[in-house]
């Protein structure tokens, strides 16, 4: 008896006695089996499977394009106008090297982010800071010589 064909008794047999009835999907079609299949479909299944961002594999200038459309967002996030500076300057830095680079994948058509812009959005964009309430003075202490001249009339 040949390999294959002892393979093949085996799964008969297991089907005889009842070991493929139960298992999870049967009788449920198989996930994108109609859909068109392109060279980049599985990495792109795996991909959303895995939950990993489309960002973390973009090609640099994409990437920067992302970076540069959800640049608002992010800042909305950031407390001091420092650290805003901080985040477009590096960013900015990051174009800078883009451009000089050899290319890899599309072009770069993003330009550097205008720092002062981002700032006037950042103000912008923030709440008005509340109006803290005014501080009652502490009643005034009355010294020593005060307090002992009037206990003695």
Do not use: C, Y
């Not at 393979?7 to 859909?35: H, M, S, T, W, Y």
């Not at 950031?78 to 290319?103: F, G, K």
Request: charged share 30%; hydrophobic share 40%.
């Amino acid at each position: 008896m040949s390999f294959p064909d002892w393979v093949e008794g085996q799964i008969r047999a297991a089907e005889n006695d009842g070991a493929f009835d139960n298992l999870p999907g049967k009788g449920k079609p198989i996930p994108g089996l109609g859909a068109p299949r392109d060279d980049m479909a599985w990495i792109a299944n795996k991909l959303r499977a895995e939950n990993v961002d489309i960002g973390d594999v973009l090609p640099p200038a994409l990437a920067l394009a992302r970076e540069v459309e959800r640049l608002p967002q992010r800042l909305q996030r950031v407390s001091s106008e420092a650290r805003v500076r901080e985040i477009v300057t590096d960013l900015n830095d990051r174009i800078r090297r883009a451009h000089l680079a050899p290319q890899v994948g599309p072009p770069i058509r993003v330009g550097r982010v205008d720092v002062d812009a981002a700032v006037a959005q950042w103000h912008a964009a923030r709440p008005a800071p509340k109006p803290r309430p005014p501080i009652a003075p502490e009643p005034r202490r009355r010294g020593w010589f005060a307090r002992r001249s009037s206990q003695n009339p």
